[in-house]
């Protein structure tokens, strides 16, 4: 009895052994998508931040309802995914200071390239900085690309960063929500008539820092829009 006892555990450890050793036939993510996020004005690269659009991906190939996944975007504006399976997927830009655009359904095979372009909520234009000593003054107007069903706009904040890494996510809180200019009101001539300044004071000397102002509406997301990153090196 023992013999045969003794046998079968062999007999299962050997079959075991035998289907670890097998190699997983399953194909690995073999696709990569890319791409820029323009501005439907200057057809230049979106002003945002890491993470500040989301694109969205769902993949058709098995299912009509299929669970997203998303793509963060980059500081610069552009967006990458280099670990996807292929297949044909909707694809559309989403969770952003921008108006709501419809997908696009796409192969994507190899690497596959596809740029967005985007309407964003607010413009900051007329932008302007000095400094005086070790407060910096940023002034700036806001346009709105579509007025009609804009949001309420909410604040204009300064960001602040030791990196040109700045933004909402990257910036030093002192410098931030303590100068930030609220404005929670609606669209109207008064506000596209008003220069904006925005002071941040108490900069530290023999420093370089990277600031920009980001603006934002009270939608679901409430994403800023940005100015361009300016570079300010403290005396």
């Not at 359904?105 to 985007?118: M, S």
């Not at 910096?136 to 706009?153: H, N, V």
């Not at 600031?211 to 409430?222: C, E, H, I, M």
């Amino acid at each position: 009895m023992r013999k045969i006892i003794a046998g079968l555990f062999i007999l299962l450890s050997a079959t075991l052994m035998s289907s670890c050793s097998k190699e997983d036939n399953y194909e690995g993510p073999n696709a990569a998508f890319k791409g820029r996020l323009l501005d439907n004005d200057s057809k230049e690269n979106f002003l945002t931040e890491t993470g500040g659009v989301q694109v969205k991906l769902e993949e058709l190939s098995w299912s009509a309802t299929p669970t997203p996944q998303f793509i963060p975007s980059k500081s610069d504006g552009t967006f990458e995914d280099t670990k996807l399976f292929s297949g044909h997927y909707r694809v559309t830009p989403a969770n952003g200071a921008f108006w709501p655009v419809e997908g696009i359904e796409i192969d994507i095979n190899g690497t596959t390239t596809q740029d967005f372009t985007l309407t964003p909520y607010l413009r900051i234009t007329q932008f302007e900085h000095e400094l005086q000593g070790t407060t910096l003054i940023m002034r700036c107007k806001l346009s709105a690309p579509k007025e009609a069903g804009l949001p309420r706009l909410l604040d204009i904040k300064p960001f602040v960063n030791i990196s040109d890494y700045v933004g909402s996510g990257a910036t030093i809180s002192q410098y931030t929500d303590p100068n930030k200019v609220d404005i929670n009101a609606s669209w109207s001539g008064e506000i596209a008539a008003k220069t904006y300044e925005i002071r941040v004071p108490n900069l530290k000397s023999g420093r370089t820092f990277y600031a920009r102002l980001g603006a934002r509406v009270d939608d679901s997301y409430k994403q800023f829009n940005y100015s361009q990153i300016i570079t300010i090196t403290v005396p």
